[in-house]
């Protein structure tokens, strides 16, 4: 069962930037198609597309973090990052590394991690 763990999150200041690493246990990032979901307080059961990179490397991004956010893979690592710049207060939300799936559709994902908190203040 492949397992992914996600890590980086915390707590930063409005126009601050974080990275996130996504590490599968086994050889899953050159595999398959990955990405990153968010899920703002209180919206349960809603997952807020980010960004993903298929396995020929095409990136997608959500408009809101297009020039701001920008994911990478280390097949090598078989680990996902995202980096996040310019952070913003609405940015703040539990960020889901999911694979396997197709661009932006979070239903299409079959491997998720357990997510981890970021924080943005203003």
């Known amino acids: 069962q492949v397992q992914l763990v996600e890590s980086g999150g915390g707590l930063v200041q409005a126009g601050g930037s974080l990275r996130l690493s996504c590490t599968a246990s086994?050889?899953?990032?050159?595999?398959?198609?990955m990405g990153w979901f968010r899920q703002a307080g209180g919206q349960e059961n809603e997952f807020e597309f980010v960004?993903?990179?298929?396995?020929?490397?095409?990136?997608y991004y959500a408009d809101s973090v297009k020039d701001r956010f920008i994911i990478s893979r280390d097949n090598a690592e078989n680990t996902v990052y995202l980096q996040m710049n310019s952070l913003r207060p609405e940015d703040t939300a539990v960020y889901y590394c999911?694979?396997?799936?197709?661009?932006?559709?979070?239903?299409?994902?079959?491997?998720w991690g357990q997510g981890t908190q970021v924080t943005v203040s203003s």
């Open positions: 086994g050889p899953t990032v050159s595999v398959y198609a």
């Open positions: 999911a694979g396997g799936g197709w661009q932006n559709q979070p239903s299409t994902y079959h491997l």
């Open positions: 960004t993903s990179i298929s396995r020929n490397g095409t990136t």
